[in-house]
């Protein structure tokens, strides 16, 4: 079964209408246009996978990631997390459970003043037992790598070592999925990675479902799938090979290529043989070299000849 | 200029009042301050100073660290002596123009100095002594008894968290945008005081634009974790009684006892210095 399936969800922000004027329809209609923040995305996610959903601000990539928490509910539509419907809200819990969310901002998503009880919170809301909550605690954070600022002040961690701290509290609760939503675009390179080498490790050891929201474009290269989003839509999906090979789409959406693709596109351009698709540095190091040895063997034929 | 605030900073050392529940030592403050007041002469102000120094001697806090928290209080205990001092009818004995000394006033103005610190240090003690997680929980629980008249006791001590939480944050973000107004050449140190405060406008309203954002993220990252109120929440580190919790309470019944068994006793004896 799909962790994630959602069908043709649409999603408005509210709009305030202004009962007593009436010459202005024309801009309301513009208005409400403008709130539509998600246009029919249908989209499935297996178990296990790292997903990335890449676009341009405004492109409905965060009010996507807020729905699969059940912040908020799709107005029309429907999607399910792990077989449950986020409108039901008898089930809202446990959605909330099974998807954890982490945010862009380390600031202002840590609410504990030591490390350790931030970790707690989700445990002590959904009433776990004083055993569970330590047990649970001190887990999480062993396998995000925190476990000796246990006892420290948040305010003296570094950016990398805060979003650490709120991967944690989400891992905590146990979940099956957990939605980073830009979690890394306020972070320095040094930061990025640690989160992302601690996401990655809970995805490949764990079989946690990541879905990161980014516009980091390097980070997208090391994804299972990707989804590109633009105008409330998912305009492209597929596997980082099939959809950095199709360079031009990606630019008109509004996004660079990785500096990989960039590069291979550019030695393209000045007439190297090098394929479509490359995403991995190796890949791009054998276009190359491969490129010289059959340059030197014909130069070698040449000179035999 | 937001660093220095001491007062409700915990001091970071282990002893036995550290260790103690902050439910107790929050009884413990109400105690001492009602004490302060049921105590009317120089035999009882000098077992509530006995008792400060007790306490303080026993919370490890160097005497030092308490008087920097004093700070911004002597202005007032002056004032007050000021007043009492000079304008207390009575039997005279010392006058010039408008200003007279009494025999009276000279006593209240001594009682009026020590009592104002007394309560000022007994009470900045809970927080030296007690972590504001620990003081907020302690709160929470003293509080609890108040649900059933709809009293918002967990709301306030998650308010009380979160406040804590982020005064280091918002205080660090005042100095960005103190620097970035400077950048832009605003003026902040020119000009009367009404110019002044009107040149802080540029410093507050980004604050408080920053704040609610801050404020409005915190609440989506709560909702997501689950957040529903303080109804079914559990704790990591709920608070228990221990041992010497009931033995602070044994000695803060014989400390308010002791206090107004001075009053009482020491109304026939004690004629000198009574007020």
Redesign the interface.
């Known amino acids: 079964m799909e962790i994630i399936k959602s069908e043709k969800i649409s999603y408005s922000y509210p709009v305030f209408e202004d009962p007593d004027s009436q010459e202005n329809k024309e801009l309301l209609e513009k208005k409400k246009e403008a709130a539509k923040a998600l246009d029919g995305v249908s989209l499935e996610v297996r178990p296990g996978q790292f997903i990335c959903i890449l676009g341009r601000n405004g492109s409905g990539k965060s009010t996507f990631a807020?729905h699969l928490?059940a912040?908020i509910t799709p107005t029309e539509g429907t999607l399910w997390i792990d077989g449950m419907d986020t409108k039901d809200e008898e089930k809202l819990?446990d959605i909330?459970?099974t998807v954890?969310?982490v945010?862009q901002?380390p600031?202002?998503?840590?609410?504990?003043?030591?490390v350790?009880?931030e970790v707690?919170?989700?445990?002590?809301?959904?009433?776990?037992?004083?055993r569970d909550?330590?047990k649970g605690?001190y887990k999480a954070l062993e396998e995000v790598n925190m476990r000796e600022y246990a006892k420290v002040s948040?305010?003296k961690l570094s950016g990398g070592q805060k979003q650490r701290v709120a991967v944690a509290?989400?891992l905590a609760?146990n979940p099956k999925c957990i939605v980073l939503d830009e979690s890394t675009a306020m972070l320095d390179p040094r930061g990025r990675k640690e989160v992302m080498d601690t996401v990655k490790k809970l995805n490949k050891d764990d079989g946690i479902t990541i879905i990161s929201i980014t516009h980091y474009m390097e980070e997208a290269l090391e994804a299972d799938y990707i989804f590109v989003m633009d105008n409330g839509q998912v305009r492209m999906q597929g596997t980082p090979r099939e959809i950095f090979s199709r360079e031009e789409e990606i630019e008109e959406l509004g996004l660079k290529l990785p500096q990989l693709c960039q590069l291979a596109k550019a030695l393209r351009n000045k007439g190297m043989d090098i394929p479509m698709g490359i995403t991995t540095e190796e890949e791009l190091k054998d276009a190359i070299t491969k490129r010289q040895i059959s340059e030197n063997d014909s130069e070698i034929t040449a000179g035999e000849k | 200029m937001f660093r220095d605030i001491t007062i409700g900073q915990f001091y970071p050392v282990t002893s036995i009042i550290n260790k103690l529940d902050p439910r107790v030592k929050l009884c413990g403050v109400v105690v001492y301050i009602a004490a302060v007041f049921i105590i009317n002469n120089i035999f009882g102000l000098l077992f509530i100073i006995a008792a400060l120094a007790v306490l303080i001697y026993l919370s490890k806090v160097p005497l030092k660290h308490i008087m920097k928290g004093l700070r911004f209080v002597w202005f007032l205990v002056i004032i007050a002596i000021f007043f009492n001092l000079f304008f207390s009818d009575g039997d005279i004995i010392w006058r010039w123009w408008i200003f007279h000394m009494s025999r009276q006033g000279i006593l209240r103005a001594a009682f009026f100095a020590v009592r104002l610190v007394c309560v000022i240090v007994g009470s900045s003690m809970l927080t030296y002594t007690t972590t504001p997680t620990n003081l907020t929980a302690g709160l929470e629980k003293v509080m609890q008894p108040l649900n059933k008249i709809h009293f918002p006791g967990h709301e306030i001590a998650m308010m009380m968290s979160i406040a804590l939480r982020f005064i280091p944050i918002l205080s660090e973000e005042i100095n960005k945008i103190i620097k970035a107004q400077l950048a832009r050449g605003a003026d902040f140190d020119s000009g009367g005081i009404i110019v002044k405060a009107k040149g802080m406008i540029p410093i507050m309203i980004p604050l408080f634009i920053s704040a609610f954002r801050r404020a409005s993220d915190l609440a989506t990252a709560m909702e997501s974790r689950c957040y529903s109120g303080g109804e079914g929440r559990t704790k990591m580190y709920p608070l228990r009684y221990h041992k010497r919790d009931t033995v602070g309470y044994i000695v803060l019944l014989l400390f308010l006892l002791a206090s107004i068994g001075l009053r009482i006793l020491m109304q026939q004896f004690v004629t000198i210095g009574r007020i």
């Open positions: 807020k928490n912040l819990w909330r459970r954890g969310m945010f901002n600031d202002n998503q840590i609410i504990g003043s030591i350790d009880e707690a919170f989700g445990l002590e809301n959904i009433g776990a037992s004083t909550i330590r605690v948040p305010n509290g989400v609760m």
